[in-house]
């Protein structure tokens, strides 16, 4: 009998103890990040070069700050003054300064949620983009490049042709670090 009691007495404690560590908000994260202040956006820079190139020093926290559907009302006309200094005419795609500058001034990284995902291929344009598009390149054939793309050869490419490492074949697709 005392062996039963005993028995018993230590089955009753580990369930009790059992049950007092079940908590069903174990699942959930403590949210300790505090989201009640005022945040506010200092950059952007969907495009590479893009405001550097093209907004002036004077207006860089002003380009930063913009929301990309206000950016072509705010900066296409200095996009295009900055194409015009360029000698732009025309580039490969066809596109004359106000069709290009309209391109160039949204400052977003667009995504195709289907087919190819690339900066430029020659046929798709502003997919997205694959980790091995040159994108400098890219924009420099289409800003100096006219309408071959052949024009200005010098001023065509920067001379980085890939990365230094290999990129990963598996998640998360960024060359290995040095």
């Known amino acids: 009998m005392i062996r039963l009691n005993k028995l018993s007495l230590l089955l009753i404690a580990a369930t009790s103890m059992l049950a007092v560590s079940c908590d069903k908000d174990d699942d959930t994260p403590a949210d300790t990040f505090d989201t009640s202040g005022t945040y506010q956006q200092n950059d952007q820079m969907a495009r590479p070069a893009i405001n550097t190139v093209f907004v002036n020093s004077a207006r860089k926290n ?45 400052d977003v990284l667009n995504v195709k949620m289907s087919g190819t995902t690339t900066f430029y291929d020659g046929t ?55």
């Open 124 to 178: 798709n344009l502003l997919t997205g983009r694959a980790l091995g598009d040159d994108v400098i390149d890219t924009e420099l054939t289409l800003i100096f490049g006219g309408a071959t793309g052949a024009s200005n050869p010098g001023l065509t490419k920067d001379n980085v042709n890939g990365n230094d490492k290999p990129f990963l074949s598996t998640f998360p697709f960024l060359a290995s670090p040095h």
């Open 62 to 106: 002003e380009f930063n700050t913009t929301v990309p559907s206000g950016m072509n009302a705010a900066f296409n006309a200095q996009f295009q003054s900055v194409l015009t200094g360029f000698g732009y005419t025309t580039n490969l795609l066809g596109w004359d300064k106000a069709t290009f500058a309209g391109a160039l001034v949204t």
